[in-house]
T-cell receptor
Framework: GQQLNQSPQSMFIQEGEDVSMNCTSS?????WLWYKQDPGEGPVLLIA?????ELTSNGRLTAQFGITRKDSFLNISASIPSDVGIYFC??????????FGGGTRVLVKP | DAGVIQSPRHEVTEMGQEVTLRCKPI?????LFWYRQTMMRGLELLIY????????DSGMPEDRFSAKMPNASFSTLKIQPSEPRDSAVYFC??????????????FGEGSWLTVV
C-alpha cells in the first residue's frame, strides 16, 4: 500500500524560531493535507493543497505541494508556545482515501 | 455549524464485552470514515462509506470489528468481543469528495477506548 514518510519524528522549538517538516512518498497523490492534533483532540485541518507546485499560507503556516506530487512540506514561522502538538501530513489519491504520515511531534525546548 | 460528533468520548470496558462507538457526520457530507490511532501504528483507516454504502473495509482488523451506516446522519463501529489490544482512540471523520478544491476531511474529537 501507499506509504508516507514524515520527518522529523519530533523536534524541539524555541519561541520565535522557524520550523520545517516534510512528507515524502513513493506514490503520487492528488491532494496534500496538513493537520495538527492537540492532546485529547482530533486532528484539525491546517492547510489543504490541490495542485502540484501549489504554495499556500495560513497565517504563520506555509505549505507546498511538490512538483513531482510525491512530497509536501510545512513551515511554521516565528513559532509560539501554542504551536506545540503533533502535525500530520496526509495524501489523497483516487477513491477518497487519505494516507497519513507518522506525525511530527513538536515540543518546547526546556 | 456542528462538527463531527462522536460518543462516547471515553470508555473503559472489560475484555470480552461488546463495545459500540457512535458517530454523527457533518450534515450534507456524503463520505464517512472510521480511523484508529495508536502510538505504534499511527492513524489507520478502518473503513469508509459513501452515501451510506461501505466502499472499502480492507482496514478492518478482523471479524470482531463491524461498522454500519443505517442513514446519512449516523454510523456505528462495533467490537465484539473486545480485547486489550483494541485499546486505542477511534476517530470518525466526514467529507464531501476530496480532491475537489475546498473539500477536505473533518475529524471528530475521538472515542478513547481502554479494554482491560
Amino acid at each position: 500500500g501507499q506509504q508516507l514518510n514524515q520527518s522529523p519524528q519530533s523536534m524541539f522549538i524555541q519561541e520565535g524560531e522557524d520550523v520545517s517538516m516534510n512528507c515524502t512518498s513513493s506514490s503520487i497523490f492528488n491532494t496534500w493535507l496538513w493537520y495538527k492534533q492537540d492532546p485529547g483532540e482530533g486532528p484539525v485541518l491546517l492547510i489543504a493543497l490541490y495542485k502540484a507546485g501549489e504554495l499556500t499560507s495560513n497565517g504563520r503556516l506555509t505549505a507546498q505541494f511538490g512538483i513531482t506530487r510525491k512530497d509536501s512540506f510545512l513551515n511554521i514561522s516565528a513559532s509560539i508556545p501554542s504551536d506545540v502538538g503533533i502535525y500530520f501530513c496526509a495524501g489523497g489519491a483516487a477513491g477518497n482515501k487519505l494516507t497519513f504520515g507518522g506525525g511530527t511531534r513538536v515540543l518546547v525546548k526546556p | 455549524d456542528a462538527g463531527v460528533i462522536q460518543s462516547p468520548r471515553h470508555e473503559v470496558t472489560e475484555m470480552g464485552q461488546e463495545v459500540t462507538l457512535r458517530c454523527k457526520p457533518i450534515s450534507g457530507h456524503d463520505y464517512l470514515f472510521w480511523y484508529r490511532q495508536t502510538m505504534m501504528r499511527g492513524l489507520e483507516l478502518l473503513i469508509y462509506f459513501n452515501n451510506n454504502v461501505p466502499i472499502d473495509d480492507s482496514g478492518m482488523p478482523e471479524d470482531r470489528f463491524s461498522a454500519k451506516m443505517p442513514n446519512a446522519s449516523f454510523s456505528t463501529l462495533k467490537i465484539q468481543p473486545s480485547e486489550p489490544r483494541d485499546s486505542a482512540v477511534y476517530f470518525c471523520a466526514s467529507s464531501f469528495r476530496i480532491g475537489v478544491v475546498g473539500n477536505t476531511i473533518y475529524f471528530g474529537e475521538g472515542s478513547w477506548l481502554t479494554v482491560v
